[in-house]
């Protein structure tokens, strides 16, 4: 055994330190080198071997191999563990010169856009807008509004009973009668809001959607009034050059009832599966306020005249923005809402 084997050990190992890059192949140097079974203790049982004094001259020698091959692992698992966390610091480095996301802005629900373009059409024409309780007894709901006790609306398939006599309003009407009970006439009031029918949802009914109902109510409001203040509305919404069609109607708190149709603005009366090749789409349902509806107001119907009317908001959005399915109104999908 001679002195130059240490040497070129060492030499060895410096390379090898030298050259490595991660802790792992640190670890396997190590073993290599000073492990039970390693380089360097193979040097250790030559050294049992030697006479003496070469003896403790060599395994001094060799101690100092060990001491400098770890000093030399130690400072490059220092150099290797330093540059690791360099580099996790860079990952989450904030790089402050990338430009920023923009926020996303919300969007007008395309229900309330129509619920404030129909509002400004009737406030531009005098009326007041007015709220009530979705919350309403059976009194408010029906009974005031002329529905006989035996009417098919009155059943629980249509409308959701919270406890007897109480109920979700299944329409904005009974707001008419509220209004009424606390103002004396000569007024006109619209009253938007959300309403709810116990039914299955498909693409045209949904459990709740929203009404605009309307009120006019003077000494001589007519049904020529009526349809001057219905027809200015709603072209205000869909259009000047709007072609109508008025039918009679039933609604059991006017009389007499009519419906409003308007040309179908998809396919210009033409026909399509919109106005399911009708050419003609129902808007409205509107009439001259019933007597009976006066008296449960407590007003004398031969003093006063006034017409109602009132529409689906939901619908006139559908056909405005040409959506195919009521429940999209309600999903709170950004896909959608953010078409806008
Ligand atoms: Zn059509």
Same mark, same amino acid.
Request: aromatic share 10%.
């Given at each position: ?15 090898? =330190? @030298?050259?490595? !890059?991660?802790?792992?192949?640190? !670890? ?25 004094? %070469?003896?403790?001259?060599?395994? !001094?020698?060799? /101690?100092?191999?060990?001491?400098? =091959? ?14 690791? +966390?360099?580099?996790?610091? %860079? ?15 919300? #969007?007008?629900?395309? @229900? ?15 009326? +007041? ?15 005031? @509004? ?43 009031? =619209? ?20 009404? @605009?109902?309307?009120?006019? *109510? ?6 020529? /009034? ?21 039918? &009679? ?15 179908? &603005?998809?396919?210009?009366? !033409?026909?399509? +599966? ?14 001259? *306020? #019933? ?9 004398? &119907? ?39």
């Amino acid at each position: 055994m001679d002195f130059s084997k240490v040497e070129k050990i060492k030499e060895q190992a410096a390379r090898d =330190i @030298l050259e490595a !890059k991660t802790t792992s192949s640190l !670890k396997e140097i190590f073993n290599r080198y000073l492990g039970k079974k390693g380089i360097v203790a193979k040097q250790f049982f030559y050294l049992k071997k030697m006479p003496q004094p %070469k003896r403790s001259e060599f395994g !001094k020698q060799l /101690n100092e191999l060990k001491k400098s =091959i770890e000093k030399r692992i130690k400072e490059k698992s220092r150099i290797i563990e330093g540059k690791d +966390s360099r580099e996790k610091r %860079k990952i989450h480095k904030i790089d402050v010169s990338i430009p920023s996301k923009k926020p996303q802005l919300g #969007h007008i629900h395309p @229900l309330t856009k129509i619920i404030r373009e129909t509002q400004d059409a009737f406030v531009g024409m005098g009326f +007041s807008v007015e709220e009530g309780p979705e919350i309403e007894t059976e009194h408010y709901n029906f009974s005031s @509004l002329n529905f006989p006790v035996d009417h098919p609306s009155r059943d629980a398939h249509d409308t959701f009973y919270l406890k007897k006599d109480t109920i979700l309003r299944t329409h904005t009407s009974p707001v008419q009668v509220r209004y009424m009970e606390k103002h004396n006439p000569p007024f006109r009031i =619209i009253v938007p809001g959300r309403v709810f029918r116990h039914e299955a949802t498909d693409s045209s009914h949904e459990i709740q959607f929203y009404q @605009l109902e309307g009120l006019m *109510v003077g000494k001589d409001i007519s049904l020529a /009034n009526l349809k001057g203040v219905l027809e200015e509305a709603i072209k205000r919404v869909f259009g000047k050059k709007t072609v109508f069609r008025w039918r &009679p109607g039933y609604f059991p708190f006017v009389e007499p009832g009519v419906e409003i149709d308007i040309a179908c &603005p998809i396919c210009g009366g !033409k026909g399509c +599966s919109t106005c399911k090749n009708t050419g003609w789409i129902e808007v409205l349902g509107a009439g001259m *306020v #019933h007597p009976n509806v006066f008296k449960a107001a407590g007003y004398n &119907p031969k003093n006063w005249q006034g017409f109602a009317f009132g529409f689906g908001i939901d619908r006139l959005a559908m056909i405005k923005y040409r959506i195919s399915d009521i429940r999209m109104f309600y999903l709170s999908d950004m896909r959608f809402l953010s078409q806008f």
